[in-house]
């Protein structure tokens, strides 16, 4: 049977539903024939298989995406999230916010527990023997890919709660209450569990699926790279020797659930997994996205410059429908007539519309946000000495060689101009310009103008600044709801090559494979490489800075921070790194958009208020509910 419509989570009308008693680890249903139905025929079968992949979480959906759930954006108070409301200090354990464990609901979208996905994925590894119109090949492969499913069900458990239970097989019906209330495992038994369960399932799995029918679905190269990430996170401060936080969270048995030991050699393995992983990708076909399509025609002359380009391709990296560097999408975007996508609300209003809800442009990127994002050099804003950063704030006029990100004459402020071709592809600001459906627009965005808050409607952009990045160029700007619709990337190359820096950095300190892997992605963004940017002691103020181990983290944490931006990864880096306190607990600035006149509106004000208790935000709370039917889970510690 060919899967339809070229995704493998599109049947949730038509999948099976398993049937549970109380407990969330109580994971057989009641009825046997069921069962047999299911497994009968490969057609039925394919139900049980959609199934498993459902719970992937779908962050393209604007009421249920981690990308809301850092200091990155803002949105109108009338618009905020759950994920918001979770950084502002509502979180709860009588009813948690973004809950993996027990799943919850969202505007338009629901997401089912966790456990409930790793209970389809055991589900189907038991039974799928008994299906009788199948090669045992392709029970192997869906066996492998439901195991590995299960294994990042269980790694997204642990990278949102820390230790968690591990769920390897389904309890049967006569299990006592006794055993179905699992303990909670150490967290590096988690970890080596979850890298144990991708390494078993990988030579079952094709090297590399490229059919349009099964674009999605789990191969080789997929499962190694969330392996690498796995590693990654294994390694970092939060989990490795975090004497600071958890010294005291122990188990019944007095047991540390996180290792009190700083360990180096777990670099290592991360670094050796990330580069067998983009090794692996390389040789399937995948590479970093470079803009090759015919440039619309209001660009075709601007196509002679390099910085048109180079906004191209940084642009498109993330919006182009499988292209060449996207390593596993999310193949089942949030529908709903399109309006519940992340995109909806980011996209800006066309010119020419003359519709209040032409588009919702009300998804706001944070001033620190602009300010992460290098200069034309490849340095910070900071460390640039031709930056004027102690002037940044203040609005000048804009000149005839800035014409291609902003408009000539007109006037913005400093900290807009003289920034990297990302800058330009990701952000937009006041009396820049917009590259889009069938034009260049030149984006107005104080009040009372097209992008700005027109009187007093909730649909506005808080911070003065749009977000580019998750909007596909040719989405169309008159209704909210024309959206041009990709997979989200869970994983990229370019990711790998981060990855790769920054654990062997960790590992061995500064090398020249180390640059290579930054080079490569500054190389696509347009800036200059690691070493020339930083020796270049007309502009670098901190010269060799990229010599050493804590100089170099910083300049791979950045980049990460810069290309990465606004895909969902910020808000578990920040933790992992355990820099939760610096990011997270001051608030969104902005311009101040309620201004109509230049001096007024670029003044910063706060616009979001962001709360975090450390350390007990650093995980998020297990429910009462599941607390008092498993007496044996223990709390994580805050809550």
């Not at 918001?84 to 629901?110: C, E, T, V």
């Not at 670094?271 to 090759?292: N, P, V």
């Not at 190389?523 to 010599?547: C, F, L, M």
């Not at 962001?610 to 509910?625: A, G, K, M, N, V």
Request: hydrophobic share 35%; charged share 20%.
């Amino acid at each position: 049977m060919k899967i339809k419509n070229k995704h493998i989570a599109i049947l949730l009308g038509s999948i099976f539903i398993f049937t549970s008693c109380e407990d969330y680890l109580d994971i057989v249903p009641d009825g046997t024939q069921e069962l047999s139905l299911l497994f009968n025929r490969k057609e039925t079968a394919y139900n049980a298989l959609a199934n498993s992949y459902s719970y992937l979480p779908q962050s393209d959906g604007t009421y249920a995406s981690y990308v809301l759930a850092s200091d990155e954006v803002a949105v109108p108070i009338s618009k905020e999230p759950n994920s918001i409301k979770m950084m502002k200090g509502q979180q709860s354990i009588s009813s948690p916010l973004m809950g993996y464990w027990s799943g919850f609901y969202a505007n338009g979208r629901g997401q089912g527990s966790l456990w409930e996905g790793i209970r389809s994925c055991n589900t189907l590894i038991d039974n799928i023997d008994l299906v009788v119109d199948m090669t045992q090949e392709e029970k192997n492969q869906w066996k492998a890919e439901a195991s590995f499913l299960k294994a990042y069900y269980h790694f997204l458990l642990v990278s949102n709660y820390g230790p968690i239970p591990i769920v390897d097989v389904n309890l049967p019906i006569s299990a006592s209450d006794e055993e179905v209330r699992l303990d909670r495992k150490l967290v590096d038994e988690c970890f080596t569990y979850i890298v144990e369960t991708i390494d078993n399932a990988i030579n079952d799995l094709p090297e590399r699926v490229i059919g349009n029918n099964d674009l999605g679905r789990i191969d080789q190269v997929i499962a190694k790279s969330i392996k690498s990430k796995v590693l990654l996170f294994s390694a970092s401060p939060l989990f490795n020797g975090n004497t600071q936080f958890y010294a005291g969270f122990v188990n019944a048995n007095g047991q540390n659930f996180f290792n009190q030991s700083y360990d180096e050699s777990k670099w290592e393995l991360a670094a050796i997994a990330a580069k067998e992983a983009f090794e692996a990708a390389i040789a399937q076909g995948t590479s970093m996205y470079y803009f090759t399509d015919t440039p619309p025609s209001f660009d075709t002359n601007n196509f002679q410059y390099q910085l048109i380009r180079d906004q191209y391709n940084s642009r498109y990296v993330v919006t182009d429908p499988w292209n060449s560097e996207l390593i596993w999408g999310n193949s089942s975007p949030v529908s709903n007539g399109q309006y519940w996508q992340i995109q909806s609300p980011a996209m800006m209003k066309s010119p020419a519309s003359s519709s209040v809800e032409a588009a919702w442009q009300w998804l706001a990127p944070s001033v620190r946000m602009a300010e992460t994002y290098y200069t034309k050099n490849g340095l910070p804003i900071d460390e640039d000495l031709s930056f004027d950063f102690t002037n940044r704030l203040e609005p000048t006029t804009i000149a005839f060689n800035q014409r291609f990100y902003a408009q000539f004459a007109q006037r913005t402020a400093k900290l807009n101009l003289n920034r990297e071709p990302r800058f330009y592809a990701s952000i937009g600001f006041d009396r820049g310009v917009n590259r889009t459906w069938g034009s260049i627009w030149n984006l107005k965005m104080r009040k009372g103008e097209i992008h700005g808050r027109i009187a007093n409607t909730s649909d506005y952009l808080v911070t003065g600044y749009a977000l580019k990045k998750l909007v596909h160029q040719d989405s169309e700007g008159d209704a909210y709801n024309k959206a041009i619709t990709y997979p989200w990337p869970i994983i990229r190359l370019s990711e790998l090559y981060l990855n790769y820096a920054e654990a062997l950095n960790e590992f061995s300190g500064p090398s020249p494979e180390v640059y290579e892997a930054l080079n490569i992605i500054r190389d696509r963004a347009g800036i200059p490489s690691v070493q020339e940017s930083w020796t270049n002691t007309a502009y670098a103020a901190t010269p060799n800075k990229h010599t050493t181990k804590d100089g170099l983290r910083e300049i791979i944490r950045q980049e990460r921070m810069i290309e990465l931006a606004f895909e969902g990864h910020r808000y578990y880096d920040i933790r992992r790194w355990k820099l939760a306190e610096e990011y997270f607990s001051t608030p969104i600035k902005g311009w101040s958009v309620d201004e109509e006149s230049e001096n007024n509106y670029y003044q910063i004000m706060d616009v979001s208020l962001r709360s975090f208790s450390s350390p007990r935000d650093y995980l998020q709370p297990i429910s009462f509910d599941e607390i008092s039917r498993n007496p044996n889970l223990i709390q994580n510690p805050g809550w």
